[in-house]
DNA sequence: TACGGGATCGTCT
DNA sequence: GACGATCCCGTAG
């Protein structure tokens, strides 16, 4: 399947952007070690205006200023001092928009997950959760401000999208601190899926 | 099953 | 010097 075009990332609404990335597919490449699977749960992060992101209010920093960029890069930062999470940046240069990808269905390099996530077997809790996601997929500080069309990591098209329907809008996790703007339906999930990271229904 | 707390450190104040 | 866009394991019921 062919890689998402830049035109893709550059879109203005990166809430609407955020929704389209579900059904679409995540891989990375490192060490020769192929994973990747199928994007499940999204969290948008709507620019300067947004208190819930780290560019809230246009601030400007070492770390956030990736979120700057052009549209079509990926933003990881550390969580909690032990977490990689990953992040699609979107937008024009200078609106620091950006998208957290937070459930993944994996679908490439289950061995090479296993031995990532010290699991022996399939179980939702491997890539369901940005944390977990991002360890599975081998990701971490090298892979921030990386080339979406680089052949490190990449998102790819997939012509089965999920309707509607399938598709739950909800508050985004761990976003209190955000007062008013918590509760905003910024999050977005395949209804049903095993690979979310909350009981969702 | 559900809840609670510890882990652990880069980033910004 | 405080605090997270989290995960995991222990304990209790």
Redesign the pocket.
């Known amino acids: 399947m062919p890689k998402l075009p830049y035109s893709f990332y550059q879109q203005e609404d990166v809430i609407s952007l955020a929704k389209q990335l579900l059904g679409k597919k995540l891989f990375t490449l490192i060490n020769g070690e192929l994973t990747g699977g199928i994007i499940v749960e999204t969290?948008a992060?709507n620019g300067i205006i947004d208190k819930?992101?780290?560019?809230y209010n246009g601030?400007?920093?070492?770390?956030?200023?990736t979120?700057y960029k052009t549209g079509g890069i990926s933003?990881v930062?550390?969580?909690?001092?032990?977490?990689h999470?990953f992040?699609v940046v979107t937008g024009v240069e200078g609106s620091p928009h950006?998208?957290?990808i937070?459930g993944l269905e994996p679908t490439d390099g289950l061995s090479t997950m296993f031995k990532r996530?010290?699991?022996q077997s399939l179980a939702p809790?491997?890539t369901?959760?940005?944390?977990?996601?991002?360890?599975a997929l081998g990701i971490d500080?090298n892979l921030?401000a990386k080339d979406l069309l680089g052949d490190e990591v990449w998102i790819e098209d997939v012509k089965t999208k999920y309707r509607n329907t399938q598709i739950i809008a909800s508050p985004?996790?761990?976003?209190a601190?955000?007062q008013d703007n918590a509760l905003l339906p910024w999050r977005f999930y395949i209804k049903g899926s095993q690979f979310v990271?909350k009981?969702n229904s």
Not at 52 to 55: E, I, L, Y
Not at 60 to 65: A, D, I, L, V
Not at 172 to 175: F, Q, S, Y
């Open positions: 969290e992060y819930a992101s780290h560019a601030r400007f920093t070492p770390r956030t200023s979120m933003y930062y550390l969580c909690y001092g032990i977490h999470l992040n950006a998208v957290l937070r996530r010290n699991m809790k491997i369901a959760g940005p944390g977990a996601l991002a360890k500080k921030n985004r996790v761990g976003v601190y955000a990271s009981p």
